[in-house]
């Protein structure tokens, strides 16, 4: 039974320590994650080297960039880059309530993947609040294109993802993975699915200040002859369409609670991820926030109630 699908509000049993390199700056970074108690959400914690804080909410309203990833906060002050493949994790697992402690401006990246987050969170273990969890269910299609890309959500009665996506590359070409997605769907067949990248555009990332912590133990790589350069090869036949739902996601994770509906995406990445949040989040007729009057096992539109004080539990709204 999928965590994230119990009616009520989970954060962990005790704190998770990782570390680990970040994919692109490179620097060593030290992360814990730690429970909370009821309604705080999901937040970031920077710790800085003279013991001061600064946190930062993981929600829709806080993006600042999404170039090559996702990053909260202000790009030239306090920011948190690179959080999908954690966020998608919390999100899988059903963690409502969490606060994540890091010395740096960025989330190692482990494998790539959410797999070393997943165990992490499996390792500490979850436990429910006795609060009610809240929903955002979608009550209308809500559909944004950026040049030949667009993204929409559309009302649904369970948590889907249907994701194309079409690269100028033979070995990747037209990939799809369309599937309800609930916690058990996520660990068997999007948990493991690496961040990739071409070596073609290594030199130019690396001017940039990316991609500099990125190595084949952490990446796909795909070489100037359309080859896998890693020795193992790929996870999944189809592990680049995967990684990409992997990264919605995480991205639609910062929706402020769970969703209900499906998000269909074509040539989608972290920009389009964020606009069609925003766009669903800004537009008060497209959703409603529901929540479950008892513990349910399963997700369906009919189990239910409309949440009338919906503004006073948004702290998504941008």
Known sequence: MGTQLLGYQATLCEKAVLSGVTVHS????????????????VKFRRIFEDGTTSEVMAVAGQVGATDLCTM????????????????????ATGLDNVIIELDGNEVPVMDG?????????????????????????????????????????RP???????????????????QEFKSDVDEDVFREELADARTFGFMKDVERL??????????????????????????????????????????????LALAGAQFIGCYASYRGGHRLNA?????LLTDRTAYEIVETPEKRERVFSGDFVTVAAAPAYAPWML
């Open 275 to 279: 606009a069609a949040l925003k766009a």
């Open 113 to 153: 993947s959410s797999r070393v987050f997943i165990d992490a969170i499996d390792e500490a273990g979850i436990v429910h609040h006795a609060v009610k969890r809240r929903y955002v269910r979608v009550k209308k299609t809500v559909r944004v294109e950026i040049g030949g890309s667009w993204a929409e959500f």
């Open 206 to 251: 690396w001017a940039s200040g990316h991609a500099l912590g990125s190595s084949l133990e952490n990446s796909v790589v795909i070489s100037d002859d359309h080859t896998i350069i890693n020795p193992e090869g790929l996870r999944y036949r189809d592990e680049f369409v995967r990684h990409k739902t992997l990264d919605a996601v995480g991205d």
């Open 156 to 174: 649904y009665s369970g948590t889907r993802f249907e994701v194309v996506i079409d690269f100028d590359s033979p070995l990747i070409g037209r």
């Open 72 to 91: 909260i906060g202000d790009p030239a002050g306090v920011h948190i880059a690179t959080i999908e493949h954690l966020m998608a994790a919390i999100w």
């Open 26 to 41: 490179g620097e060593q970074v030290s992360i814990s994650l730690l429970p909370a108690a009821p309604n705080t959400g």
